[in-house]
Nanobody
């Protein structure tokens, strides 16, 4: 089994900064990518930032230049540094792990999600 533990959310004023962390533990053969999504009430979950095994990053247009995704491979941890926060960044942020795991002698693809952490930006 794999567990994702997120931390770092909270209440922050507009223009402030928050750093989210997501640590993966368990029987992982290799990590393909780690990503952050967010979801506002009544809206679909959207990809905010992703970092793949080679370190290539992808960002939602509205966060480019403000958010930075990074990984600590030794700790199987992904971070999201959020600067210049705006009220429209308010959402529950979820970590997603795409990995390969050995299951009954076969390598299989898995997607796992964290429990979510609330980020609220006040104006």
């Amino acid at each position: 089994q794999v567990q994702l533990v997120e931390s770092g959310g909270g209440l922050v004023q507009a223009g402030g900064s928050v750093r989210l962390s997501c640590a993966a533990s368990g029987s992982i053969f290799s990590i393909k990518s780690m990503a952050w999504y967010r979801q506002e009430p009544g809206k679909q979950r959207e990809l905010v930032a992703q970092i793949d095994a080679g370190g290539t990053t992808t960002y939602l247009d509205s966060v480019k230049g403000r958010f930075t995704v990074s990984r600590d491979n030794a700790k199987n941890t992904v971070y999201l540094q959020m600067n210049g926060l705006k009220p429209e960044d308010t959402a529950v942020y979820y970590c997603r792990l795409a990995s390969l795991r050995w299951v009954t002698g076969t390598l299989r693809n898995y997607d796992d999600w964290g429990q979510g952490t609330q980020v609220t930006v006040s104006s």
